[in-house]
């Protein structure tokens, strides 16, 4: 295998394995900037990935499969809202029970589909021209799905929201210092419901983009803790939409050559490298408290009671 | 007869209570255009659930709401904004990282989707000029004094088009010149036909900024004057419900040997930015030191570094000659060093035990109260009947949860602890805040007792009256820096104001003691 293909394919492969993280992530940013940590990130790529399968087996479309998994991600994410804003139930203790609960249901719904092949999977998409370029063609533009394109504009699309418009200054405000915005005549709760909501229906499609197009099958587990490693990512990315990005990649990146790279290294050992990585990560935003930690929203994990003292 | 057509605002018959207490008794309040109408009253009065209620924030158990003229039902802070009434809460309710512009602009209507903050600070410009509340739209409100979160809550509540203006303690952030120039914007917003409920504990401001005054005590309603019908014995006899000395005795200072030296301290804030830039003092024995000074410019630093909570960068700390910078809380403690924290509940005490457990909290592992590492239950019973009776707590019983206790009792309590055993240097911080007239009082002569009998006193407190009453000199704070420090007999308000904003003081007088 020469240099320039090796180079290629990983480069390509390491796009399209940090795809579901950059969704995820995504998502993640945008609940904890509005205050609320969902550690069910897992719980509703693993419910995304089952139920994109599913849907996309029976009807026979990926477009349906991929509309299942973000319903069903919201769905997961609108319970984690009721408990924790409605309810002000421990954000930690539902999101741990969120990710136990969709790894065990999805298991359980999912014992009929394994080993299948998904008769309808999400095809790459040749973007015209740039896919002719030599080396870069075939790097970014030729095996990529709609979902890589899409993810990427998502990226920009919300950061300019966060920070450049009026629901922005919201969002963070209700994040940073929820009296405040109450005060201000602002709903705390409904912004809260509609970001979590929101990062439902992004961890769903990373979970679906799993089973419909990266791997297009059911294997029970499948999202192998890539929602751990998106929770680490929102830290990694000082919750910034743009910054979500170069992580994604990276941690594709790793996750990739953990594979590439079974042949010369134990593979127990590069299975391990994101996680290691994301313990990594997390321990470095807490050496750095004064760069990583300002950045994080003041009121994060904090129910909102108004009027407490 | 149109009830209410006149007032800007009227509260009739307000009845808010909490679990425990009546806030509001039947309150009757109102409000015309064109005039500040103060509130005042003590600390726990009542004035802060009432502006509350009228904001939309609470929702009152009966009564009723008018706002000129109509009968209303404010559900939200919305409703309140939208018929045009503006607060500015006691603790500001802003967004610390965020710009000035972008703090003003959230939730407000009428503001484009796309770059709302350029488009509000414009607005902005505009405001600060015509009222005089000079503010910069592009800075961080974590870089803002006091003051200048002041404004931004001022001018938030002016861009919504208030009508009426609430202001929740205004003063209590601000230097005396400051509140000054405060004075002269309200003056600017009631010949603008706004109507300003002025809210304050302080008789004298209250005199001089309204027109008329309702005192509010134990969640009623005591009475409402004209200021210029009333004077400061007449409010305060109404505000306590007993008549008031304004002068505790005090005998003449007599410093004795160093207690506490300080020699070029740096300090950061938990951000990281610098808290102490070289602080230098002194206090001896006998005597009493206040520090005034704006909130924020290093003074819960300082006292934290002071009592080995806070690791300082830079300097000197000597506790009866003994070097102890960088020393543990607990070894400070030991040298005899009494520390009056400012967070009550969450440092002075631990919540569930009971009161007798925290009154032997600092000597517990030794004896007489620890034997053979078991308590040893009637030397701490002995001990805590002892305390309670001579500092007065009123607690239902020694073994109730300290939590229960009322905040001058939970303070007394403190005071019990830290100043048994007579210690060398005692680091009071806000020892007075949010008690009523009664604990303070009591307070300030457990201070001046202990003062007496040989201890040296950091007082540090943003109440100048306290400081000007209670301390033998005093030194000011400034972004953390010693403006200088003058004899308390000889300074006045106004330089202690001018040394507060920043202004250094040339002549330290009294710094070579
Ligand atoms: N949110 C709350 N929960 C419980 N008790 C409260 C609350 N707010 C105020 N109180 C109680 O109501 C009384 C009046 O408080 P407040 O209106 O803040 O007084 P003031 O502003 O005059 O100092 C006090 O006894 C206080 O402890
Ligand atoms: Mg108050």
Redesign the pocket.
Known sequence: MDWTSWLVGTVSRALAFGVPLLWGTLGEIYAERSGVVNLGVEGMMILGAYAGFAVAQTLGHPGWGLLAAAGVGALAALWHAFLTVTLRANQYVSGLALTLFGLGLAGLLGRGWEGRPLRAPLGAVAVPVLSDVPVLGPMLFRDQTILTYLGLLLAVVLWVVLFRTRWGIAIRSVGESPATADSLGISVARVRYLCVALGGVLAGVGGGYLSVAYRPAWTEGMTAGMGWIVIALTIFSAWDPLQAIWGAFFFGALYHLSFRLQAYVSPELLKMMPYAFAILVLAASGFGRARWRARAPGALGVPYVR??? | MAEGAREAVLLRNITKS??G?V?NDRVTFDLQPGEVHALL??????????MNVLYGLYRPDEGEIWVRGRRVHLRSPRDAIDLGIGMVHQHFKLVAPHGVAENVALGLSGTPFWAPARTVGRQLKELSERYGLPVDPDRRVWELSAGEQQRVEILKALIRGAQVLILDEPTSVLTPQEAGELFKVLGRMKAEGHGVIF?SHKLDEVLSVADRITV?RR?RVVGTVRAEETDKAALARMMVGREVVFRLTKKACQPGEAALVVEDLHARTDRGTPALRGISLAVCRGEILGLAGVAGNGQRELVEVLTGLRRPERGRVAILGQDLTRASARRIADAGVAHVPEERIRLGIVPGLSVEENLILKKHHRPPFCRAGGLRLAAVRQFAGRAIEEYRIMTPGPRTPAKLLSGGNIQKLILARELSGNPALVIAAHPTYGLDVGATEQIREILLRQREAGAGILLVSEDLEEIMELADRIAVLFRGEIMGTVLAGEATLEEIGLMMAGERRTVAVGEER
């Open positions: 009027g407490e003292r | 909490f679990p207490v806030a009253g003590e600390n726990g009065a009542g004035k802060t659930t009432l809210i509010m969640g």
